[in-house]
C-alpha cells in the first residue's frame, strides 16, 4: 500500500514539473512580439548597473550604482524603432568602503554635487541577431556627452508568471574612454578603458 501511494506520490510531482516546464516555456521567448508595445520601467528589485577596471593589472574592481532608473518606449513590431534613457545618480556608486565613495564622489571625480545625474540616450538601435541589438546613444557624464554602443541581449519577454503583466529582461555591455568625461586620471596605471554592464528586467507601464 505504502509503495503505490509513494508511486502516486512521484508521479503527480513529476506530472506538477513536466506542467510548469510547459508553462514556461510557452510564456517566455526572447521575441519581443509576445508582449505589446509602449512604456517600459525597471523593476529596483531586479536591475544592476556595474562598471569594471584595471587597477594597476593587479585587479579589477567591480563597482555599482544603488538609484538608477532604466526605460523603454518599445516598439515591439519593430525593436529599431524603440528609445531607450538611463539615468543614474553618481552619488549612490556603491564601492565597498565609505573612504572610496567620498573619494571618488569628490570634485576630483564625480563630483556629484555640480554633477547629480549620469545619462545614456539611445539614438539608433541596429539588430545584430534574433535577440541581440547595438543600442548606439549619448552618454553624459559631467556635462561632458560621448557616444557609447552598447550590446544588448533580449533575455527574455513574457508575461511575468508572478504578476501576470507584460515585462522584457535584457543584458547590456558597453566599452568606454573615462578620459572622454574628465576622469582620465592616473590613467594609464588605472586603465582609462571601463566596461559598463547593466542587467535589468522592465515592467510594462499600466
Given at each position: 500500500?505504502?509503495?503505490l501511494?509513494?508511486?502516486?506520490?512521484?508521479?503527480?510531482?513529476g506530472?506538477?514539473?513536466v506542467?510548469?516546464?510547459?508553462?514556461?516555456?510557452?510564456v517566455s521567448?526572447t521575441?519581443?512580439?509576445?508582449?505589446p508595445s509602449?512604456?517600459y520601467?525597471?523593476?529596483p528589485?531586479h536591475?544592476?548597473i556595474?562598471f569594471?577596471?584595471?587597477h594597476l593589472?593587479?585587479?579589477?574592481?567591480?563597482l555599482?550604482?544603488?538609484d538608477?532608473?532604466v526605460?523603454?518606449?518599445?516598439d515591439?513590431d519593430?525593436?529599431t524603432?524603440?528609445?531607450i534613457?538611463?539615468?543614474?545618480d553618481?552619488?549612490?556608486?556603491?564601492?565597498g568602503?565609505?573612504?572610496?565613495?567620498?573619494?571618488?564622489?569628490?570634485?576630483?571625480?564625480?563630483?556629484?554635487?555640480?554633477?547629480?545625474?549620469i545619462v545614456?540616450?539611445?539614438?539608433?538601435?541596429e539588430?545584430t541577431?534574433?535577440?541581440?541589438?547595438?543600442?548606439?546613444?549619448?552618454?553624459t557624464?559631467?556635462g561632458?556627452s560621448?557616444?557609447?554602443?552598447?550590446?544588448v541581449?533580449v533575455?527574455?519577454?513574457?508575461?511575468?508568471?508572478i504578476?501576470?503583466?507584460?515585462v522584457?529582461?535584457?543584458?547590456?555591455t558597453?566599452?568606454?574612454?573615462?578620459?572622454?568625461?574628465?576622469?582620465g586620471k592616473?590613467a594609464?596605471n588605472?586603465?582609462d578603458?571601463v566596461?559598463?554592464?547593466?542587467?535589468?528586467?522592465?515592467?510594462?507601464?499600466?
Amino acid at each position: 500500500m505504502a509503495i503505490l501511494k509513494n508511486l502516486a506520490k512521484t508521479t503527480a510531482i513529476g506530472t506538477l514539473v513536466v506542467a510548469a516546464s510547459g508553462v514556461f516555456n510557452l510564456v517566455s521567448a526572447t521575441d519581443l512580439s509576445v508582449v505589446p508595445s509602449g512604456s517600459y520601467t525597471v523593476d529596483p528589485t531586479h536591475a544592476f548597473i556595474t562598471f569594471q577596471y584595471s587597477h594597476l593589472g593587479l585587479s579589477h574592481p567591480t563597482l555599482s550604482f544603488d538609484d538608477f532608473t532604466v526605460d523603454l518606449n518599445l516598439d515591439s513590431d519593430d525593436a529599431t524603432k524603440s528609445m531607450i534613457l538611463v539615468s543614474i545618480d553618481p552619488a549612490s556608486i556603491l564601492t565597498g568602503s565609505p573612504i572610496f565613495k567620498e573619494h571618488l564622489t569628490g570634485e576630483d571625480w564625480f563630483d556629484v554635487v555640480n554633477n547629480p545625474e549620469i545619462v545614456f540616450q539611445s539614438t539608433t538601435i541596429e539588430a545584430t541577431g534574433e535577440s541581440t541589438y547595438t543600442v548606439n546613444g549619448d552618454l553624459t557624464i559631467k556635462g561632458e556627452s560621448k557616444p557609447v554602443a552598447l550590446n544588448v541581449t533580449v533575455n527574455a519577454a513574457m508575461n511575468h508568471p508572478i504578476t501576470g503583466k507584460p515585462v522584457v529582461g535584457i543584458d547590456a555591455t558597453g566599452e568606454l574612454l573615462r578620459s572622454d568625461f574628465g576622469l582620465g586620471k592616473l590613467a594609464p596605471n588605472v586603465s582609462d578603458e571601463v566596461t559598463l554592464s547593466i542587467s535589468a528586467e522592465l515592467n510594462k507601464v499600466q
